[in-house]
């Protein structure tokens, strides 16, 4: 039995974590930048407590990550979201004092950004859409509609559809246009994955589809199933072979079904919603994480077979009631008639209650104020855990990455940091 430290614990798949270690016999700790989140309540964990946000106050939460370590003796930390690139940033100060399996950050950094992955996975001969930066966009060599992506942020925050002019300029007058890319809009399906790397070889993984999404035009998986599809296993191959990538791995794909090809549109480098998928279909990631540290030579690759499910209950409901107040009533009876697979709910623990009410509220506090943030699609359920690098030094040997994968991409004249 081993004592593990769970991060970013109001995660869906930062509480599914913390049930599967504690399911395995370990003593799992939690911690949060709120205080109010579904995993530091669950009956499963010993002890939580709340670190300040992650890239504001950098220091600081690494400094209270160390001071908690020391005091409850945890021998592993397992971050669920962003801030895992904030612990590979300092990552020697964990040195000897903590096992982690998180991948050098200037790694993580050229996959966090949509323009360099995009770069780097067009090197390697993978399918990816038309792009090319805002700050080099041409209107007359671009046909409507076409897509305005932040270069640096996640799930789908930020990206907007522009199908005329006058969307355009609008847009335009809001961003900072140094942070964003032009990419082509492509009709499609989207395929997820999640899976883990171990020195350049995918370990295990699950691609899965979402069939249902709340909001219902497009957000947060409801009802994911798992899929075979060999073309995107070898994407992710060819990724994390270049890299020698060790850590969790997300890549999104979306496929045109009038050409066949499966095109890479964002990577994830941490943990993400696919985790209990795999669990659903026998790969349970959060142990292999920790025998990846402690016994690589052990583990065996194991990749999710197809037809296996995961949901959220409570955002399927969401989805029933968005469906019938938009009067899509056809939606609804194809929802009834669908072919119903047997599989379980990702926060809805009958033994384990209060986090699902926890993550309920939650959730519905962000959908209610979400609008009011920014273009009224900022996420704010994951407030105080997101990366910034404005707070982070860029380092030389991510400029050189960089150079290497879009040589006309770095900034000469931009001040970087040897070490840090």
Same mark, same amino acid.
């Given at each position: 039995?081993?004592?593990?430290?769970?991060?970013?614990?109001?995660?869906?798949?930062?509480?599914?974590?913390?049930?599967? +270690?504690?399911?395995?016999?370990?003593?799992?700790?939690?911690?949060?930048?709120?205080?109010?989140?579904?995993?530091?309540?669950?009956?499963?964990?010993?002890? #939580? /407590?709340?670190?300040?946000?992650?890239?504001?106050?950098?220091?600081?939460?690494?400094?209270?990550?160390?001071?908690?370590?020391? &005091?409850?003796?945890?021998?592993?930390?397992?971050?669920?979201?962003?801030?895992?690139? $904030?612990?590979? !940033?300092?990552?020697?100060?964990?040195?000897?004092?903590?096992?982690?399996? $998180?991948?050098? !950050?200037?790694?993580?950094?050229?996959l966090h950004d949509k323009y360099t992955?995009?770069?780097?996975?067009? =090197?390697?001969?993978?399918?990816?859409?038309?792009?090319?930066?805002?700050?080099?966009?041409?209107?007359?060599?671009?046909?409507?509609?076409?897509?305005?992506?932040?270069?640096?942020?996640?799930?789908?925050?930020?990206?907007?559809?522009?199908?005329?002019?006058?969307?355009? *300029?609008?847009?335009?007058?809001?961003?900072?246009?140094?942070?964003?890319?032009?990419? =082509?809009?492509?009709?499609?399906? &989207? !395929?997820? %994955? %999640?899976?883990?790397?171990?020195?350049?070889?995918?370990?295990?993984? $699950?691609?899965?589809?979402?069939?249902?999404?709340?909001?219902?035009?497009?957000?947060?998986?409801?009802?994911?199933?798992?899929?075979?599809?060999?073309?995107?296993?070898?994407?992710?191959? *060819?990724?994390?072979?270049?890299?020698? @990538?060790?850590?969790?791995?997300?890549?999104?794909? +979306?496929?045109?079904?009038? %050409?066949?090809?499966?095109?890479?549109?964002?990577?994830?480098?941490?943990?993400?919603?696919?985790?209990?998928?795999?669990?659903?279909?026998?790969?349970?990631?959060?142990?292999? @994480?920790?025998?990846?540290?402690?016994?690589?030579?052990?583990?065996?690759? =194991?990749?999710?077979?197809?037809?296996?499910?995961? !949901?959220?209950?409570?955002?399927?409901?969401?989805?029933? +009631? #968005?469906?019938?107040?938009?009067?899509?009533?056809?939606?609804?009876?194809?929802?009834?008639? =669908?072919?119903?697979?047997?599989?379980?709910?990702?926060?809805?623990?009958?033994?384990?209650?209060?986090?699902?009410?926890?993550?309920?509220?939650?959730?519905?506090?962000?959908?209610?104020?979400?609008? /009011?943030?920014?273009?009224?699609?900022?996420?704010?359920?994951?407030?105080?855990?997101?990366?910034?690098?404005?707070?982070f030094q860029k380092t030389s040997k991510?400029?050189?990455?960089?150079?290497?994968?879009?040589?006309?991409?770095?900034?000469?004249?931009?001040?970087?940091?040897?070490?840090?």
């Amino acid at each position: 039995m081993a004592k593990i430290l769970v991060t970013t614990a109001r995660n869906m798949y930062g509480l599914n974590t913390i049930r599967i +270690l504690s399911a395995e016999g370990h003593e799992v700790f939690a911690a949060d930048s709120i205080k109010l989140n579904g995993g530091a309540f669950s009956k499963y964990v010993k002890k #939580s /407590f709340v670190y300040p946000e992650v890239s504001k106050n950098a220091p600081s939460f690494v400094e209270l990550i160390l001071d908690f370590v020391e &005091q409850e003796n945890i021998e592993y930390i397992i971050p669920s979201f962003e801030e895992a690139y $904030v612990l590979s !940033y300092y990552k020697e100060k964990f040195k000897n004092k903590v096992k982690m399996l $998180v991948e050098d !950050y200037e790694k993580l950094m050229i996959l966090h950004d949509k323009y360099t992955m995009t770069q780097l996975s067009k =090197q390697l001969g993978i399918d990816v859409p038309r792009t090319i930066l805002l700050k080099d966009f041409r209107r007359s060599e671009w046909n409507f509609p076409f897509v305005l992506k932040p270069r640096k942020n996640r799930a789908a925050m930020g990206i907007k559809k522009i199908d005329n002019e006058d969307k355009l *300029k609008k847009i335009l007058k809001k961003i900072n246009i140094k942070n964003y890319m032009v990419q =082509q809009y492509i009709d499609h399906k &989207q !395929y997820c %994955t %999640t899976g883990i790397a171990y020195n350049g070889k995918l370990i295990g993984n $699950v691609i899965y589809k979402n069939l249902r999404e709340f909001p219902e035009s497009g957000g947060f998986g409801t009802y994911r199933v798992s899929c075979d599809i060999p073309e995107i296993i070898e994407n992710v191959n *060819k990724l994390v072979s270049e890299l020698e @990538y060790t850590g969790f791995i997300c890549v999104d794909h +979306l496929h045109d079904s009038k %050409t066949g090809r499966y095109y890479i549109t964002d990577v994830n480098p941490r943990m993400s919603p696919g985790l209990y998928t795999a669990y659903m279909a026998g790969v349970n990631l959060p142990k292999m @994480y920790i025998d990846l540290i402690d016994k690589p030579q052990t583990i065996k690759e =194991q990749f999710a077979p197809a037809g296996h499910v995961s !949901y959220t209950g409570f955002l399927e409901l969401g989805w029933i +009631l #968005s469906v019938l107040f938009k009067g899509k009533f056809r939606s609804i009876k194809d929802y009834f008639k =669908q072919k119903k697979v047997h599989g379980a709910d990702d926060v809805w623990d009958k033994k384990d209650v209060v986090p699902a009410f926890i993550t309920l509220f939650t959730m519905l506090y962000s959908a209610i104020f979400g609008p /009011f943030y920014k273009w009224g699609d900022e996420e704010i359920f994951l407030k105080k855990t997101f990366y910034e690098d404005k707070y982070f030094q860029k380092t030389s040997k991510l400029v050189e990455l960089e150079r290497k994968y879009c040589e006309d991409h770095s900034d000469k004249k931009e001040k970087v940091l040897s070490k840090h």
